[in-house]
């Protein structure tokens, strides 16, 4: 397996409330993907610590349900950042999005909360495995909105779930089988407002490197107007 990892704050932000952590010190492969929200330094804040706390709660667990261990270190992240923003003002309101992914015996295990994306990506099609915990994500379910005009709508910002802004949070687990020569990407919304589904997959398909589409894919987000951080996570089973 070969992966990608680029961060970049864009055009119009001033710093990267994005955050990622990628681990192999065990045989399962852990990655992460966050993006945070709040005023001052809270974002950043936000994203890191709960990529932090999940990737050690996850490493430190024992048990072979890899999914329950998956859903409770998200939960314990959310309920320690929503306790540390409670007692101090700086970081009141901070929350963030999370995508885990976790490679275990040939199987793809996804926790989300939030409107960051994993996708299953092949030569023919590409899948969106997480659903968008956002006002837009919930219109487009309904067919009230499609996924172009969301890119442009008012609320496309406005987020309905995320980790770290109430006591308890949701989290939806996912699993897909994998097999060579698919590929997995996780993104922030920094991607996908600003690359359509299709430009994706041509980028992600159209590259001899993950290296070389992880960085076609951030220079296009930017290209089109880079309007907030841009992650990028890109594993090629």
Do not use: W
């Not at 959310?78 to 306790?83: Q, V």
């Amino acid at each position: 397996m070969e992966y990608a990892a680029l961060t970049d704050v864009g055009m119009k932000r001033h710093n990267n409330e994005d955050s990622y952590i990628i681990n192999e010190v065990n045989k399962d492969k852990i990655f992460i993907v966050a993006d945070g929200m709040g005023g001052h330094n809270a974002g950043e804040i936000a994203s890191l610590e709960a990529c932090r706390m999940i990737e050690s709660f996850i490493i430190n667990s024992t048990g072979d349900d890899i999914e329950s261990i998956m859903r409770e270190g998200v939960q314990k992240a959310n309920r320690e950042l929503f306790i540390r923003a409670a007692e101090d003002e700086k970081l009141n309101g901070m929350g963030t999005t999370i995508d885990v992914c976790v490679i275990k015996d040939g199987v793809l295990h996804v926790a989300h909360v939030g409107d960051s994306r994993v996708y299953l990506i092949d030569e023919n099609s590409i899948e969106k495995i997480t659903k968008d915990h956002s006002v837009v994500g919930m219109m487009i379910d309904s067919g009230t909105l499609t996924e172009e005009q969301a890119k442009v709508h008012p609320q496309r910002h406005y987020i309905t779930r995320a980790v770290g802004t109430t006591m308890t949070v949701e989290v939806d687990i996912e699993q897909r089988s994998i097999h060579s020569p698919q590929k997995i990407l996780m993104c922030t919304d920094g991607l996908t407002n600003m690359v359509s589904k299709e430009e994706i997959h041509r980028i992600v398909n159209g590259n001899e490197s993950v290296s070389a589409a992880a960085s076609e894919l951030v220079s296009k987000a930017k290209e089109n107007g880079g309007d907030d951080n841009i992650t990028v996570i890109l594993l090629n089973i």
